[in-house]
């Protein structure tokens, strides 16, 4: 696609179980970028992806949060047991990553509810 | 650390009014970029306004121009000639030429365009 594209864009749950959230980046973007959005706040860094590997993992707010991807494509993030204040939007972005300061590229993230 | 501060939580103009939107940040590094993000309703971050530090020209994109003051570490954006669909929550953001891309985001401003 020609976007940044997450899955899914909605999904409730309840407090105590698993989630798996997606993020397609940009084709060809080797930086890849999770961030959470608590409503009425900005944005705050969870954990940055260069290629396959994680560099920066220090946003991530506890192990309840981990988050894989493979190779230059999709990455999954998960949160196990959820709790009620893990409700909030989560925003994927990429980056082609050819010089610093490269443009970050956002999807449209995935609005969390625990119930 | 370094830290962006938008002290304005909300603005209200009128159409075809210019309104500006305040932004200071906090770093003590010499390099670095600086972005202005609009967030519509729709969720999707988008990329209004790019400027590097070193560049003294005050980066401007058609209705859209900041005001660039490093020695005061200061980083606003004027709108002119505001239309409905400026309409959305503006992050201001900064990113550290010597870490991994990782941008600081303020906490936004949300504006509304009135008809």
Redesign the interface.
Known sequence: GAGVSQSPSNKVTEKGKDVELRCDPISGHTALYWYRQRLGQGLEFLIYFQGNSAPDKSGLPSDRFSAERTGESVSTLTIQRTQQEDSAVYLCASSPLQRRGDIQYFGAGTRLSVL | AQT?TQSQPEMSVQEAETVTLSCTYDTSESNY?LFW?KQPP??????VI?Q?AYKQQNATENRFSVNFQKAAKSFSLKISDSQLGDTAMY?CAF?S?N??????????TRLHILP
Do not use: C
């Open positions: 962006v970029y993000y729709s969720r999707q971050m988008i990329l790019r590097e992050f990113m030429t870490r991994d891309d990782k941008i600081i985001f303020g906490k936004g």
